[in-house]
């Protein structure tokens, strides 16, 4: 009988620890060990697919140096490696009763003479599927404290404010932005979102795309005179600004030449003219040239030119006349910021104040809004929290908000040298090659092309009875799930390219009938779950036992091992894994958005083909029983970990379809 199930732990990597209970048994028992690819990694390796003879891989030549006391290159090391290797395999074996999985044998490949290690499947089946099913109450959570607060600013959102159009482009970033945040959160790490809207009438159409609107979301602020009172005044005070006296020098040395000119071409015309005349010729020369001085004199008079309709700015705007800008490539080398590949953009350099209408560069703004949220957000957080920043943005802004990141840095340091930024970058939306159009298609329009396939692809299947309501609300969800995994199962840094066609349903191409298909085999699980409990209901079936009481030695087809190998056990690390390694002082990040998408692709595809062969609910017949209940665990477990995966896609699945 197995043990009883002692509690869940969404926050094991079960693979990790395997190897760390290994590496740890190498230390104890003093075999010399070598990690693959000098250092990275660990000298076991997991297997993916024929896994009858094991699951585990330790490569002869990491075998052969493991085993051999003291190392390989020493004159003294001639000893009995057969010996050696099966005195091993009992020391792994018995060792491995308390590590996370038990290893139940051990022995030397006909292959390639590799060691193999095979896992007891009945402990592993009972503790993973115990593990599993004990977390469905706090799925997507971690059980460890908050590590911080990432503060997610997506400002790439362009709309028309007219008809409301909401990009392609715009509508993958929101995505991203959603997607990120519930990864976060997965991660242990609190989430406070900002995405620019700046339109109430696209409520409805975020509404329609399935665009989360979560309560974490960080209103957006409206910056004040004051604010930029105190964003000029940091401009002064800063020890980066600097004047372009060049420019000065040949404005002032243009207006001279027009003098000149203006002169001699009147004594030219009228040399007849007196002396008096001639004086006011000078005089009115002379007052031009002053006047030319006076707008081109240094000025660092920088009021705030916020309000257009407020004369004093107006004139205060005419006043200065210095082009003004801040020196942002000094400020990354004093401060010893990284740059090139693995940094800051190396054409960074300096960054002009005001724009030729006079106005204050949208960039600077764009530094205030960001200083009045990251002080809002201050607020509420204690001295011990840790806050970081994620611009959420597209290939062609990197550079515009790599220069509000150092601006930022520059103008508002006091409280910019307290947080951490990086920059996670996106690709365009395209339409597939040779699909060409007069007009690219906007979100919405997007949408209702793959709702109209949908309905087309169901017709097909169910005839006239797919109208109504229930069926209206089921296409409407799948068809965004359609969408996200469109746009979301692409690396981010990717360009997408969509199928944008208007194809009949019997063409529409794989690639976009990946969500569907999850959504689909999700459903299927829940109806056969139904099918089950209505069963028992009408005393067919006995109740599921406890999980206690489950054989899952009678699980004993290999499609049953791999959906728990490779998709149950492999989860929360790949959970981790989309985030990645957060280096303070990079400020470039690559979080793995496309990776939970691919998996919950994979995993559908084999269950699909094993729900498709194998019979579940069998006849109530005794014998056949218990094998039905350590399936149903099993699929219970199975569709957990699709529920945990479509939830951080913002996807509420289908019950049934």
Not at 44 to 59: A, H, Q, V
Not at 230 to 236: A, E, H, T
């Amino acid at each position: 009988m197995a043990a009883p199930c002692m509690g869940p732990n969404i926050d094991t990597d079960g693979f990790k620890r395997f190897q760390c209970n290994f590496e740890t048994f190498l230390i104890e028992r003093n075999f010399h060990r070598r990690k693959q690819g000098g250092g990275k990694g660990y000298i076991l390796s997991k297997l993916t697919k024929s896994l009858k003879d094991g699951e585990f891989r330790i490569p002869p030549v990491l075998l052969k140096e493991a085993l051999t006391t003291p190392p390989p290159d020493s004159p003294n090391s001639e000893i009995n490696f057969s010996d050696r290797v099966q005195n091993f395999c009992e020391d792994v074996i018995k060792a491995s009763k308390s590590w996370i999985y038990r290893v139940q044998e051990c022995k030397i490949s006909k292959v390639d003479s590799s060691l193999l290690l095979k896992l007891n499947r009945s402990s592993t089946f009972h503790s993973v599927i115990c593990d599993v099913i004990g977390s469905k109450d706090r799925s997507n959570e971690s059980s460890q404290q908050s590590k911080g607060i990432w503060f997610i600013n997506n400002d790439s959102v362009r709309i028309n404010t007219e008809n409301c159009d909401l990009t392609l482009a715009d509508l993958r970033s929101l995505y991203l932005s959603d997607h990120i945040g519930c990864l976060l959160k997965a991660n242990g790490f609190e989430v406070v979102r900002r995405v620019n809207i700046g339109n109430e009438g696209m409520n409805l159409s975020l509404k329609t795309l399935d665009v989360d609107n979560p309560t974490d979301c960080h209103k957006d602020i409206s910056i004040t005179d004051t604010d930029l009172d105190i964003l000029v005044k940091g401009v002064q005070n800063s020890q980066y600004t600097v004047e372009d006296s060049s420019r000065t020098l040949q404005q002032k040395t243009c207006v001279e030449d027009s003098s000149r000119t203006l002169q001699q071409k009147s004594c030219v015309e009228d040399s007849s003219r007196t002396l008096e005349q001639k004086s006011c010729v000078e005089d009115s020369s002379k007052t031009l040239q002053q006047k030319a001085c006076h707008e081109n004199s240094p000025n660092l008079n920088l009021h705030n030119p916020h309000s257009e309709k407020d004369s004093s700015h107006d004139a205060t705007r005419t006043e200065s006349k210095v082009p003004l800008f801040l020196n942002l490539r000094n400020f990354i080398s004093d401060y010893g910021l990284p740059m090139g590949r693995h940094g800051y953009d190396k054409n960074i350099s300096k960054l002009q104040v005001w724009n030729e209408d006079g106005k204050l560069c949208k960039i600077l703004t764009k530094c205030a809004v960001l200083q009045k949220h990251v002080l809002s957000l201050q607020e509420k957080m204690d001295s011990k929290t840790r806050l970081h920043i994620l611009h959420v943005v597209s290939y062609e802004r990197r550079f515009t908000q790599q220069q509000v990141d150092i601006a930022w840095q520059m103008l508002y340091n006091d409280t910019a040298k307290h947080y951490h930024q990086v920059h996670c970058l996106y690709g365009s939306v395209i339409a597939r090659k040779g699909q060409s159009s007069t007009q690219p298609l906007t979100a919405i329009d997007f949408y209702h092309l793959r709702q109209s396939q949908m309905k087309q692809a169901w017709v097909m299947k169910y005839g006239s009875d797919v109208q109504g309501d229930g069926w209206d609300s089921t296409i409407a969800a799948m068809t965004t799930a359609i969408i996200k995994f469109e746009l979301l199962s692409i690396t981010a840094r990717n360009v997408v390219k969509l199928d944008t066609s208007d194809c009949d349903s019997s063409e529409v191409r794989s690639d976009h009938k990946g969500g569907s298909f999850v959504i689909y085999n999700f459903a299927r699980l829940s109806t056969l779950f139904a099918n089950y409990h209505n069963a028992v209901k009408q005393g067919v079936y006995p109740s599921l036992p406890d999980i206690s009481s489950v054989d899952f030695s009678l699980l004993r087809e290999e499609e049953e091992w791999e959906l728990l190998f490779n998709y149950l056990v492999p989860y929360p690390g790949l959970v981790k894994d989309c985030i990645g390694d957060v280096t303070p002082g990079n400020p470039h990040v690559t979080i793995a958005t496309h990776k939970i998408c691919q998996f919950l692709i994979n995993v559908s595809r084999d269950l699909s083909s094993y729900y498709g062969r194998v019979h579940v609910l069998t006849e109530p017949r005794s014998h056949l029983l218990p094998t039905m209940f350590a399936r149903l665990y099993l699929l219970t477990a199975v569709q957990q970990i699709m529920k945990n995966g479509l939830a951080l896609l913002n996807i509420t699945p289908l019950e049934q379809v």
